[in-house]
C-alpha cells in the first residue's frame, strides 16, 4: 500500500510557476515508479510526466515539454513537478501515482495502481 498526498498548488498567473510535491508513505520509496497526471473540468485525466525509480529516466507530455520538470527525492519519499511559463491550458486538478510494475508504460493511467487526492493548479489569463 502507498498512501500519496500532494501539495503545492494554486492560483497563478499566466507565464508564472509553481512547484507540486507529491509526499508518499507505506512502501519503500525507491520501488514504485512515479507519474504525474491532470484532469480538468469536462475532460479526461491525462498524463502530464514520469519518473523512473532511480530518477534516472523521465518522461513528459508533448504540451509540457520544455516547461515541465518532474524530479524525485527517494531519501525525502517525495516526488516535484516544477511547472515553468504555464498557460491557462494547464488549469486542472494535478495528481501523483504510483506503480509497483517493472514494465510498463509510463503513459497509461491503468499501469498506475497509487493514486494522491489530487491538487488544483488554476492559471489565469
Known amino acids: 500500500q502507498v498512501l500519496l498526498v500532494e501539495s503545492g498548488g494554486g492560483l497563478v498567473q499566466a507565464g508564472g510557476s509553481l512547484r507540486l510535491s507529491c509526499a508518499a508513505s507505506?512502501?519503500?520509496?525507491?520501488?514504485?515508479?512515479m507519474g504525474w497526471f491532470r484532469q480538468a473540468p469536462g475532460k479526461e485525466r491525462e498524463f502530464v510526466a514520469g519518473?523512473?525509480?532511480?530518477?534516472?529516466?523521465?518522461y513528459y507530455a508533448e504540451s509540457v515539454k520544455g516547461r515541465f520538470t518532474i524530479s524525485r527525492d527517494n531519501a525525502k519519499n517525495t516526488v516535484y513537478l516544477q511547472m515553468n511559463s504555464l498557460k491557462p491550458e494547464d488549469t486542472a486538478v494535478y495528481f501523483c501515482?504510483?506503480?509497483?510494475?517493472?514494465?510498463?508504460?509510463?503513459?497509461?493511467?491503468?499501469?498506475?495502481?497509487?493514486w494522491g487526492q489530487g491538487t488544483q493548479v488554476t492559471v489565469s489569463s
Open positions: 519518473i523512473s525509480r532511480s530518477g534516472g529516466s523521465t
Open positions: 507505506g512502501r519503500t520509496f525507491s520501488t514504485v515508479a
Open positions: 501515482a504510483a506503480s509497483r510494475y517493472l514494465s510498463g508504460s509510463y503513459y497509461n493511467r491503468r499501469w498506475y495502481d497509487y
